[in-house]
Nanobody
Framework: QVQLVESGGGLVQAGGSLRLSCAASGRTFSRYAMGWFRQAPDKEREFVAAISWSGGTTTYADSMKGRFTISRDNGKNTVYLQMNNLKPEDTAVYYC?????????????????WGQGTQVTVSS
């Protein structure tokens, strides 16, 4: 069982930065691939980024490449999403996901565990 709690969201001006955190409970955090998704009002949930259990593999949605960076600290049971050069279209609720079956399952949106989300609002 893994519980995920996101934090770090907020209101930022376009061009600004935020770092989201996702703290996971459980002693087996290092065995889970992790990812971030987002959902804007009236839109489908969208993949943002994912990272393998070791941190050695990362993958991003095309629109986030070069602006967002996913990382993890297995000693702190935490995964991060550094978001730079934010745009108004990045406004959404951001969710953390985890899956023990690997990064492909996370990217596919089949994560076995999800957090409650944190709101990111980017003003123009």
């Amino acid at each position: 069982q893994v519980q995920l709690v996101e934090s770090g969201g907020g209101l930022v001006q376009a061009g600004g930065s935020l770092r989201l955190s996702c703290a996971a409970s459980g002693r087996t955090f290092s065995r889970y691939a992790m990812g971030w998704f987002r959902q804007a009002p009236d839109k489908e949930r969208e993949f943002v980024a994912a990272i393998s259990w070791s941190g050695g593999t990362t993958t991003y949605a095309d629109s986030m490449k070069g602006r967002f960076t996913i990382s993890r600290d297995n000693g702190k049971n935490t995964v991060y999403l550094q978001m730079n050069n934010l745009k108004p279209e990045d406004t959404a609720v951001y969710y953390c996901a985890a899956d023990s079956l690997g990064i492909r399952e996370v990217v596919a949106g089949n994560g076995g565990y999800w957090g409650q989300g944190t709101q990111v609002t980017v003003s123009s």
